[in-house]
């Protein structure tokens, strides 16, 4: 792909390491190319003495993304490389670090290949060898350290997966780009599945440059000093091998009486809080959508993880994979509508208008089953049905938040003849069905109850629904 970058008249694209910050840490070959740009495509950490090599007559485009607000999405950075490069122009698009380094340089390469654009890629020094060398954190070490990730913080975040089994494996060094800011849920996993809380860690801020600081101790004393510790951008790095540095504090390290249980963060209880607030029963979804495997085995063992008592688990899953069993459920659910709206004179037409097409169109559907007692005695002495209803409540809604954690909808189809449903699913003696539960991608989460939104009824307060000592009316 590479040619000639001198007099090219159809474009070229050079892809630019910048480095992390200090001009004399850009290659020769990045300098050349910033230098005879025409067009200079840049990023936001891109340091001003760089930025003072682009020619004072070339265009310069900023593309930078400041924290969490995208400055230009992906695809219109590809545009402009595309457009300029096509109009004969010598484009440079320069990048923080390196560019193959969380740098998305590789989907810009992708789109340059498909756009049958020349194009070159200059190596640059990524931000984790910058920062070692310029806190004095070796990557490896003999005895400390045999391997290296880098790793971008954000898959910290719930819903990705990392490996934090190895992970939290000793004699290893961690860097975490773009990790300052999830710092805390960082240390929590990696405590949490075995590294110790003494475990030397470092945050190094504009490493490299003349403003860099380096904060490095135990990685719990980290948690606790970062918050109060200037703003990003900052490399975060974990492992024994931090202690070689002569930033290291060792004063600061303070020796746990027992390590500390994981705990949950701000961000955590804000999640689940939205999680709790959004959920809905849902019964609009996508016709045609799926789920997942790995999605139904996260969401299922949400549900299996509710409380019972004495461990009785008193639920059952049935999922229905046949369709013409499906066909069955839907026909029944029309019969008890029918029957229900027969029930209720006035509002009968205005309840046969809510939609209960999910039973037809969701991407999954389940029957929730009370399975027969099995006679165990321990804890269902007293109401045994009724307590094992209630654990059965607490593991749909488990489900039920799990799978909008997933950004999946649920909704809830209630039985009013369990013996036709018995029936079709061949349920045992004593069992009973209990629910059908829709669950699949919806168009739209309802931005409020769907029963409030189409004036059906309006929800209580809170505090009607709360007394203290005595019932209050
Ligand atoms: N392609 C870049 C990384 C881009 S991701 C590279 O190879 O370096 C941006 C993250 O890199 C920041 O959030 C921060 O974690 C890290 N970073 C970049 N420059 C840095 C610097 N000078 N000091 C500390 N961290 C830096």
């Not at 699913?425 to 069992?431: D, F, H, N, S, V």
Request: charged share 20%; net charge neutral; proline share 6%.
């Amino acid at each position: 792909m590479n040619s000639n970058t001198k007099n090219s008249c159809v474009g070229f694209v050079s892809i630019v390491g910048a480095g992390p910050g200090a001009l004399d840490l850009l290659t020769l070959r990045a300098l050349d190319r910033i230098e005879r740009a025409e067009v200079v495509v840049h990023d936001r950490l891109i340091d001003a003495e760089v930025l003072a090599r682009i020619p004072p007559q070339a265009e310069r485009i900023y593309v930078g993304k400041a924290s969490g607000a995208h400055a230009m999405p992906q695809e219109k950075i590809h545009e402009v490389l595309i457009a300029h490069a096509r109009q004969g122009k010598r484009v440079v698009r320069l990048k923080g670090g390196d560019p193959f380094v969380f740098g998305r340089g590789g989907e810009e390469v992708l789109a340059l290949q498909e756009a049958g654009l020349a194009f070159e890629v200059v190596p640059g020094v990524t931000a984790d060898s910058g920062c070692s060398a310029a806190a004095g954190i070796p990557l490896t070490h003999r005895g400390l350290a045999t391997s290296v990730t880098f790793l971008p913080g954000y898959l910290a975040d719930e819903t990705a997966h990392l490996d934090w089994t190895s992970l939290a494996r000793p004699n290893q060094t961690r860097v975490f780009y773009m990790g300052v800011e999830r710092l805390a849920r960082i240390a929590e996993q990696l405590i949490a599945h075995g590294l110790s809380v003494e475990t030397p860690a470092a945050i190094v801020r504009d490493g490299t440059k003349q403003t860099q600081t380096v904060l490095a101790t135990s990685l719990q004393e980290l948690v606790r000093l970062a918050p109060g510790y200037g703003p990003q951008p900052g490399l975060l790095i974990v492992g024994e091998a931090v202690a070689l540095s002569p930033h290291f504090d060792q004063t600061r390290v303070q020796i746990p009486v027992k390590p500390q249980a994981p705990v949950f963060t701000a961000a955590d209880r804000s999640s689940l809080r939205r999680i709790i607030e959004a959920r809905r029963d849902m019964r609009h979804f996508v016709p045609g959508a799926q789920v997942s495997e790995e999605v139904i085995t996260r969401i299922l063992s949400a549900a299996h993880h509710a409380p019972s008592v004495g461990l009785m688990q008193p639920w059952r899953y049935v999922r229905i994979t046949d369709a013409a069993l499906r066909a069955s459920m839907a026909g029944l659910v029309d019969d008890e509508r029918a029957a229900t709206a027969n029930a209720l004179d006035q509002r009968g037409a205005e309840f046969l208008n809510l939609k209960v097409e999910g039973v037809r169109e969701c991407a999954e559907l389940w029957v929730v089953v009370l399975p027969p007692d099995d006679g165990t005695v321990f804890g269902r002495r007293t109401m045994p049905r009724e307590t094992a209803l209630c654990s059965l409540g607490a593991s749909v809604e488990n489900l039920w938040l799990a799978a909008r954690a997933e950004n999946l909808g649920l909704g809830w189809v209630s039985l009013f003849d369990p013996q036709r449903m018995s029936d079709l699913l061949k349920l045992p003696q004593g069992a009973q069905a209990m629910g059908i539960l829709c669950i699949g991608p919806v168009p739209e989460f309802y931005a409020a109850p769907m029963l409030e939104q189409v004036g059906w009824r309006q929800g209580r307060a809170m505090q009607d629904l709360m007394s203290e000592n005595v019932w209050v009316k």
